[in-house]
């Protein structure tokens, strides 16, 4: 079982471009959450999805985010034109249901995106 | 609202030390509680939970109680190697909170010899 698996685990972009982050959840997870760290800060959520539904989007900036956990494939984070600000580590997590209060989930490494 | 709060770092100990890392928190309702850890460059990993009052969680040799009537759940080892320094997370999570775990902002620890 490979885990959770992110790509690319450290990401540069120049202010304006795209950043395309990749999440992989484990074998047999159908639930995935993306998480930002700020530097000196801890986690903060940004969105939850199950395949092909976004199930809670409340953390995730208004403009120039979106997510979604396609039926093939990984879920992506986008982030569109991309500002200093969004300098970060974005975790993925994912889980094998929706009852997690009991379990947590499972964090992939993180991809490190610096904008410059 | 839900909220973590932990005692802020760095926490430097020489090895061998007794640690305390310690957590309260403010939940509408009956949270789960967790300790997460982050070693540097790496993910999170689970390191402890409780799900209830009163129950500890261990791992590792660390330790944490969930008490209900002081709603901490404070993070304990008795020997601390240099190995444990890290970054280390308290966390919740709510029935009916939408699966978020709401974090604290981290503790690092830092063991030297």
């Known amino acids: 079982n490979a885990g959770v698996m992110q790509n690319p685990r450290h990401l540069v972009r120049r202010r304006g471009q795209e950043a395309r982050l990749r999440c992989s959840p484990m074998k047999g997870h159908s639930h995935v959450y993306w998480y930002r760290q700020l530097p000196e800060e801890g986690l903060k959520f940004m969105v939850y999805l199950q395949k092909e539904n976004i199930i809670d989007e409340s953390g995730m900036p208004k403009e120039r985010f979106s997510a979604e956990f396609p039926k093939e494939g990984p879920s992506i984070l986008r982030i569109q034109q991309v500002v200093r600000g969004d300098s970060a580590a974005y975790f993925c997590?994912?889980?094998?249901?929706?009852?997690?209060?009991?379990?947590?989930?499972?964090f992939g490494s993180g991809t490190r995106l610096t904008v410059v | 609202g839900n909220s973590v709060t932990q005692m802020e770092g760095p926490v430097t100990l020489s090895e061998e030390a007794f640690l305390t890392i310690n957590c309260t928190y403010t939940?509408?309702?009956?949270?789960?509680l967790f300790w997460y850890v982050q070693y540097p460059g790496e993910g999170l990993q689970l390191l402890l939970k409780a799900t209830k009052a009163d129950d500890k969680g261990s791992n590792k040799g660390f330790e944490a109680t969930y008490r209900k009537e002081t709603t901490s759940f404070h993070l304990e080892k008795g020997s601390v190697q240099v190995s444990d320094s890290a970054v280390y997370f308290c966390a919740l999570i709510l029935t009916g909170g939408g699966n978020k775990l709401t974090f604290g902002t981290g503790t690092q620890l830092k063991v030297e010899l």
């Open positions: 997590a994912s889980s094998p249901g929706d009852r997690v209060k009991g379990y947590g989930y499972t």
């Open positions: 939940a509408t309702g009956y949270p789960s």
